[in-house]
């Protein structure tokens, strides 16, 4: 144990970016198969819009940890561990950037451009082409399972530290206990 | 034989008249669109099939006159999904209003190359009077009228039941339209 913490924004955009990944994922499992109804179309614009609060959101999210460094890994942890835990972290923001781009170029092919929250439109990188459309769902469906299968991992081995190495790698990111931690002093 | 002659005149009259009279449509080369919006997003959306009759002198434009015909089974609503709703009842019902129709009623310049058609538009069974402002360029013989004109889509019908209100697809519907003539040769 070594008490270092991440900050509490890096916290609160870990939480409301698993929320809003989550999210997705799930809206975009439910949306694929619906047939065509208003709801429909609501439920795809904001999947879409979720996606581009996730990709600007990454950005930030990278800046801040580039100036506001994490705390290390449990020095006990193996070397391979540490290895991996580093690898599925970056696996995880590679996937925060390029998920959301599939869906856009997705988007663009298929013939609907994206305007955020209904407002702002994204210029389409792609012109019209149904093909390329189709392919690009495959991608961003390949991309989504990816993006769970790591997903999983990550939760998983933030329990394994800690209900069975107890160490504090999980509490660290907890939010309960920022708010705790910082009220106390 | 005087019957013939005044026939004649006013023949070599109008001949005269309408030196550049637009009468020959060339449909592989106008188009019908129109862009809808849901959820804010611009879908474009077009008619595959039409046919239009047109006379149209720029200098005398009072005297043209335009109808057209459009096909409403050959829309594409912009996705697959969206062709195969949008022939059905709750949008334009195409097997009971299998045509949609727009004829003028008048033609008046606006100033320069600008002009407004206004005409009845029906669609669905339902008409409009609409106004359609367009620009008309010519090179040669070949003629283009090109404008847009801004239709609810509540007016004529379209979209109805689950789609009635205007949260995801928005009432204002953009139509767009290029229709290309040739001179007559006939008036040459």
Known sequence: MNGARYTSTAISLHWLMAVLIIGAFCVGLYMADLPLSPMKLKIFSWHKWTGITIFLLVFFRIAW????????????MPRWMQVAAHAGHAALYVLMIVLPISGWLMSSAKGFQTVYFGVLPIPDLLP?????????????????????TVVAGHAAAALKHHFVDRDDVLTRMSPRHSTLKEKTP | MKRVVVALLLALASVAASAEEFTAVQVDKSSIAFVSRQMGVPVNGRFGKFSAQIRFDPAKPETGSVVVDIAVASIDAGSAEANDAVAGKDWFDAAAFPGA?????????????????????????RTRDVAAPFTFASRGSVGNAEGTLVIKRADFGIGQGVWADFDTVANEVEIKFRLQA????AHK
């Open chain 1, 65 to 76: 940890r580039a100036w506001h460094r994490p705390p290390p890994l449990p020095p006990a």
């Open chain 1, 128 to 148: 019209k082409n149904k093909e390329l459309g189709d392919s690009l769902l495959l991608v961003h469906q390949i991309l989504a399972w990816t993006m769970a």
């Open chain 2, 101 to 125: 129709r727009f004829a003028t009623t008048a033609i008046r310049p606006l100033g320069g190359n600008r002009y407004e058609a206004l005409g009845k538009l029906t669609i669905k069974g």
């Open chain 2, 182 to 185: 040739e001179a007559s040769a």
